[in-house]
């Protein structure tokens, strides 16, 4: 499949089998709630959308970084399977993408690592499966920061909870919580799914 032809079929995967929508549901602060919630590890932990987010990505980099010279690593575990699965499909396209993962809490005992595999020299591409919607890549960020891993001027996420209309161009281009000068690819964003996110 092409580009467009991956990206309407996972759409529609996403609006079958990870968006819940129309039902009430604690939100992260007490005292709220959420009518609408994306579960993504409904389709990361399935081949075809994985392989099929993985395809997107790769094109998604060819056209708007035109290198692969990083690596990729985000906070266990919203972002693991895309960390196993991006490799794999690169390998497709003779690309060498390595890949490491991010504690959310440090090791306390053996190497007391944040660190999970074997990075490089190369700039680090953070990954999640959500953007504008946690702390997840900043705690990511702040970590290679300590370790003295160089960042990556891109990072990637599926969706991006913003809406085109109603956010500064800033959100819409980066995660509220990364440096401005972190450019966000992603793949979907609220609009797609013809939801609002008031609370931006």
Request: net charge negative.
């Amino acid at each position: 499949m092409d580009y467009d032809e991956l990206h309407f079929w996972t759409k529609n995967y996403i609006e079958k089998n990870c968006l819940i929508r129309n039902r009430i549901m604690p939100g992260k602060i007490p005292g709220t709630t959420y009518t609408w919630i994306f579960y993504l590890r409904n389709g990361l932990f399935n081949h075809e959308f994985l392989s099929a987010v993985s395809q997107m990505f790769i094109h998604k980099v060819k056209h708007e970084i035109g290198h692969f010279d990083f690596q990729i690593s985000g906070l266990e575990t919203g972002s693991t399977p895309l960390l196993a699965g991006i490799p794999l499909i690169a390998r497709v396209f003779d690309l060498n993408i390595n890949s490491f993962s991010i504690r959310k809490e440090q090791k306390t005992y053996g190497l007391l690592n944040w660190i999970e595999g074997m990075p490089n020299q190369k700039p680090v591409m953070l990954i999640d499966d959500l953007c504008n919607s946690s702390m997840s890549m900043k705690k990511s960020y702040d970590i290679l920061q300590e370790e003295k891993i160089p960042v990556f001027n891109y990072a990637f996420s599926i969706i991006n909870k913003v809406n085109k209309n109603t956010h500064k161009e800033i959100r819409i281009k980066s995660d509220m919580y990364l440096p401005e000068d972190i450019k966000m690819l992603y793949l979907f964003d609220l609009d797609d799914f013809n939801l609002e996110n008031p609370s931006h």
